[in-house]
């Protein structure tokens, strides 16, 4: 086996997370932050609790808001042609 090939295993790393729990583990990185542990999540607590960081929840919303209704910025290639071409037919009846 190679020499120091594998990395160096810590027996005490300090694992922090955000509501403030503080537990060490054994782990080859340090320090470890982590956004939920046992003492937050909704399974281990049986509170339900919504954690949105990067406003998932609030897109998925506006998504099912706007089911159905067709935005102009989302048109299909088929949908463009056939909307060109009546913008040109139009233009060539006028004249």
């Known amino acids: 086996m190679k020499k120091e090939l594998h990395p160096?295993?810590?027996?005490k790393v300090k694992v922090t997370c955000t509501c403030g729990n503080i537990f060490y583990t054994g782990s080859t990185i340090?320090?470890?932050n982590?956004?939920?542990?046992?003492?937050?999540?909704?399974?281990y607590t049986g509170?339900?609790?919504?954690?949105?960081?990067?406003?998932i929840i609030n897109k998925y919303a506006k998504r099912i808001e706007n089911?159905?209704?067709?935005?102009?910025?989302?048109?299909g290639k088929k949908?463009?042609?056939?909307?060109?071409?009546?913008?040109?037919?139009?233009?060539?009846?006028k004249k």
């Not at 160096?8 to 027996?11: L, P, Q, V």
């Open 79 to 93: 949908a463009k042609k056939a909307r060109q071409a009546n913008k040109k037919s139009a233009k060539s009846t």
């Open 30 to 32: 340090d320090p470890i």
């Open 47 to 55: 509170k339900q609790k919504l954690i949105d960081d990067s406003g």
């Open 67 to 75: 089911h159905g209704k067709v935005s102009k910025t989302k048109v």
């Open 34 to 43: 982590i956004e939920i542990c046992s003492q937050c999540h909704p399974f």
């Open 8 to 11: 160096k295993y810590n027996e």
